[in-house]
């Protein structure tokens, strides 16, 4: 049976039905306190963790989301794969906010404050990112998403992670649009590089709330557009995850990331501080003993 699946998004994916033996956990990590407590549950034979990427209430903007709390909060609860359910601007007129799903398959770093890896302070390991996203947990949330039949379902695109908070500049919406992108959003960089470091599966189900800014015949991105269409997106993404659980419970063997640093650690074990080898125990400790 497949290891726990983390479930990072908007504080109200938990509320899904069938969901049971909910209770939260709050915990502290190397890198402080994550963006909320964990909420525990399970889901038939499966054990969920979700976690509030910018708390409850919304008090963490993108920049300030703890990326690294998080995704070791994670790791340390067990979890092998991580859905990452994520608000975005559509760059495509046949990405339709309100009525797609778009499962991503790679990444632009547009961002340019934010600690992005594990491995600092006399430990450097450089782990492979060419296809950014596990192509099979992002399989089971293609199934799920057509399976569901709520939206129309779009198998691939890169997904442009700018810094934030403010929505993109109407040049800069254009210059993503001639990138070949297929949406822009504020935080699944560098989530998706530290869940790699940690060895987790992890994939993003974007959920268009707006045509970011380029579109001639539609108004600019406003909060108040994102949260209305943000609120007829939930229950298309819980459908989503709540049939792709199975799916990923059902996985035979350990998850596809699971040694994703084998080869990857630079540093010579001796030359790592002892300090430095006990605070990352729970990635490196297979490798370094």
Same mark, same amino acid.
């Given at each position: ?7 990072? *998004? ?10 049971? *033996? ?49 995704? /070791?909060?994670?790791?340390?609860? *067990? ?9 975005? *601007? ?88 001639? /990138? ?33 800014? /380029? ?75």
């Amino acid at each position: 049976m497949a290891g726990r699946i983390g479930i990072i *998004g908007g504080s109200g994916l938990y509320e899904m039905h069938d969901v049971i *033996g909910l209770r939260e956990e709050r915990v502290e990590t190397p890198f402080g306190a994550p963006s909320d407590a964990l909420i525990h549950a399970r889901l038939d034979d499966a054990a969920l963790v979700f976690l509030p990427r910018h708390g409850r209430g919304h008090r963490f903007s993108p920049s300030e989301v703890p990326y690294r709390a998080n995704i /070791w909060a994670l790791k340390d609860a *067990g979890c092998e794969w991580i859905i990452s359910v994520s608000a975005v *601007g559509s760059l495509l007129e046949e990405i339709v906010p309100g009525e797609s799903v778009v499962l991503i398959d790679q990444f632009i770093d547009r961002t340019r404050a934010r600690p992005n890896t594990f491995f600092e302070g006399g430990v450097v390991a450089h782990v492979s990112f060419g296809d950014p996203v596990c192509g099979t947990l992002r399989g089971y949330l293609l199934d799920a998403a057509h399976e569901v039949g709520r939206a129309e379902v779009h198998d691939g695109g890169t997904y442009v992670c700018i810094e934030g908070p403010a929505f993109s500049t109407r040049a800069e919406s254009f210059l993503f649009r001639s /990138w070949g992108a297929s949406v822009v959003g504020m935080t699944n960089l560098p989530e998706a590089r530290l869940a790699r470091e940690a060895e987790i599966s992890y994939a993003t189900l974007a959920m268009p709330t707006d045509y970011d800014c /380029w579109h001639p015949h539609h108004d600019e991105v406003s909060v108040e557009t994102v949260i209305a269409v943000l609120r007829r997106n939930v229950a298309t993404a819980k459908a989503i995850v709540h049939a792709a659980v199975p799916r990923i419970a059902s996985h035979d063997g350990p998850a596809p990331m699971s040694d994703a640093l084998r080869n990857a650690i630079m540093t010579a074990p001796e030359y790592i501080p002892e300090a430095k080898k006990r605070a990352l125990a729970p990635l490196v400790r297979k490798y370094l003993e």
